[in-house]
């Protein structure tokens, strides 16, 4: 429902439901929830989600495209992981690598930069062989949302 209009059912065993015309600006407050209907009687309410509009929202910053090659990556092989960042504007960030347990394996800071690559050799920041396992890749830009994707290493 959005402001006590139906707007849209959901099949049993679809988990999702898009929504894009909801008419902000037009009308200042708009709110959403969710109830269930067995077919004979309908549930109370979720909880109430309410947008208030001012007419003035900036607009959402596009993400960074990432890609990264090759994935999995074999340390063995004496090659590289590479990771591009394109964004659609010049900025400032860093592209980085953890491990699993959330420590910094490796990173590169940029300022200024449109295009970003980092390339990954296989050691930590000391220079040593890291193991085989799964690592994240965390590509941060002042004003872009975060993006986070998972690489396989194999020795």
């Known amino acids: 429902y959005a402001n006590n209009e ?3 059912s959901v099949p049993i065993g679809q988990t999702w439901f898009y929504h894009d015309d909801a008419p902000v600006g037009t009308i200042p407050i708009l709110q959403y929830w969710v109830c269930a209907f067995d077919g004979t009687a309908e549930s109370g309410s979720t ?23 090759p994935n999995p990556f074999r340390i063995s092989a004496g090659g590289q992981l590479s ?23 490796q990173e590169r800071s940029f300022h200024g930069e449109k295009d970003v690559y980092l390339h990954w050799d296989g050691k930590d920041r000391q220079g040593t062989s890291c193991g085989s396992g799964v690592y994240l ?8 949302p975060d993006q986070i994707r998972r690489i396989m290493v194999i020795k």
Request: net charge positive.
């Open 47 to 69: 909880n109430v989600v309410v947008f208030m509009s001012t007419g003035t929202e900036p607009e959402i910053p596009a993400p960074a495209s990432v890609s990264i090659f």
């Open 6 to 8: 139906l707007i849209g």
């Open 83 to 105: 990771v591009h960042a394109g964004f659609p504007r010049v900025v400032q960030g860093s592209v980085a690598i953890y491990n699993l347990r959330g420590q910094l394996v």
């Open 137 to 144: 890749v965390r590509v941060k830009a002042d004003g872009c």
